[in-house]
């Protein structure tokens, strides 16, 4: 359930949004200043925040500013300001996107959907680029000859591609294709071995019959 911090001021306004956006599904809280807001971030996790402009002390873009330079956490900011300089003037701040008020509240929920989605996406590649940094520190444990290094390397680098014998032959053996040649089944057969022996799986390199062979980072053993 993503977690959505609404700050405004304005207390009605803050209420029909919580009402609005716990009926989509989202986890909702409310403050009514930009320092309450600063706090809250600090203590929570958030996943977006709902900033109104017009806020006491503080303003918005002043808020935006404060949350960009210690978190990731993306910004919509809520304006009756609706003019090009108010727009990019929170732009600027670090808001990801701008909606006028008085809002369609439809056009919000897209709006919402929208960011959160491309923050999905984001962590599950940081992720997954996380998850390939790890692996490749193993790899780089594993005893493997010069040729078995740069044949692992080139599979990893083309990751999740089906890499074909001739051009693994080629790029890193240097030298064509030979029917009968078993030396580059004999380098991979090594390289699973390495791999089995060192606790890591040998289905991270796939056989793609009368393919050639593909690197795989989410094995199931």
């Not at 990731?72 to 090009?84: F, K, Q, R, V, Y």
């Not at 071995?193 to 050639?212: A, D, E, N, P």
């Given at each position: ?117 491309r923050v999905g996406l984001e962590r599950q590649r940081q992720s997954y680029v996380g998850a390939a940094e790890d692996l490749s520190e193993q790899f780089l444990r594993l005893p ?78």
């Open positions: 359930m993503s977690r959505i911090l609404v700050v405004d001021d304005d207390i009605e306004l803050c209420n029909l949004l919580q009402e609005v956006l716990q009926d989509e599904g989202y986890d909702v809280d409310c403050v009514h200043c930009g320092e309450s807001a600063l706090e809250f971030i600090q203590s929570h996790s958030v996943d977006l925040v709902l900033l109104d402009v017009m806020l006491p002390k503080l303003d918005g873009y002043q808020v935006a500013r404060r949350i960009c330079q210690r978190f990731a956490t993306p910004i919509l900011m809520l304006t009756a300001l609706g003019d090009e300089a108010s727009m990019l003037d929170g732009l600027q701040a670090g808001a990801d996107h701008f909606i006028a008020k008085p809002f369609n509240v439809p056009e919000l929920l897209v709006r919402i959907t929208a960011i959160l989605r493997l000859t010069e040729t078995e290094s740069e044949l692992l390397q080139y599979l990893i680098k083309n990751m999740d591609v089906v890499v074909s014998k001739s051009d693994l032959q080629v790029n890193i053996l240097k030298k064509e294709l030979c029917p009968f040649d078993r030396n580059l089944d004999m380098h991979i057969s090594n390289i699973r071995r390495k791999l089995l022996q060192s606790g890591l799986s040998k289905q991270h390199i796939k056989t793609v019959r009368g393919r050639g062979y593909s690197f795989i980072k989410v094995v199931n053993g």
